[in-house]
């Protein structure tokens, strides 16, 4: 099954709450929300405290994406403030299979994610250990970007590689998704799709969702 994650970075910032319950009664099965520390993306958004606060809005899964240096500083709080799905960059962690521990120790899932040109290779030791693995379909840190059509052939290599190990992990993939790309992403192995301006973009955020799903 095709789950939809809205990515609220292209929500309106002045009333995210409202924004929240749309994409919540509209039928999306996450939350996706970017966090990001103006290092390792050249942009800035949210935290712990605002993910705490929208946490009384939606029981839906709260898919965190940190695009930050250092975020096994970032587990514990992340955890408190209510996050279900912890996804850091591999791009920043040396120890990585120290975090993963420790996010699982708190309770979360683990996902990781790669940028559209760090390898699959990265992962291979530790794939039998986390839960999803999140390929970014445009370089990170801002939305509206285009998609990057080389990163299906990622996919599909990283789809056979699971298959391969009988493992049970999710595909989730961000960036540029749209009514014209979503189709590829799925034939080639996704099942979690982020989209930002697509679905807040559109005049009917269940209508949009629905045409993801479709
Ligand atoms: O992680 C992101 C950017 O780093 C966003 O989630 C992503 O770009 C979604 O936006 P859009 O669907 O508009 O491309």
């Known amino acids: 099954m095709i789950k939809i994650s809205p990515s609220i970075l292209s929500a309106d910032f002045s009333k995210l709450g409202e924004e929240i319950k749309n994409i919540d009664q509209a ?28 946490r009384k809005i939606t029981t839906k899964i709260f898919d965190v994406h940190l695009m930050v240096e250092n975020p096994q500083d970032y587990v514990v709080s992340f955890a408190k403030a209510g996050t279900d799905i912890f996804t850091f960059h591999i791009e920043t962690a040396p ?23 760090t390898p699959l290779t990265t992962i291979n030791e530790i794939l039998d250990d986390i839960d999803m693995v999140l390929l970014m379909t445009v370089n990170p840190g801002f939305g509206g970007q285009k998609f990057i059509p080389s990163v299906l052939k990622k996919i599909k290599e990283l789809k056979e590689m699971i298959r391969a190990r009988n493992l049970n992990i999710d595909i989730q993939v961000d960036g540029g998704i749209n009514k014209v790309t979503a189709p590829q992403v799925v034939a080639a192995g996704a099942n979690i799709l982020v989209a930002g301006s697509a679905i807040y973009g559109s005049d009917n955020i269940a209508k949009s969702i629905e045409d993801l799903r479709k």
């Open 27 to 54: 039928g999306a099965e996450m939350v996706h929300i970017d966090v990001m520390d103006g290092h390792f993306v050249p942009n800035l958004t949210i935290g712990a405290p605002v993910i705490a606060a929208l």
């Open 95 to 117: 120890h990585v299979h120290r975090i993963i521990q420790n996010i699982k120790e708190n309770n979360m899932k683990v996902g990781i994610a790669l940028n559209p040109g």
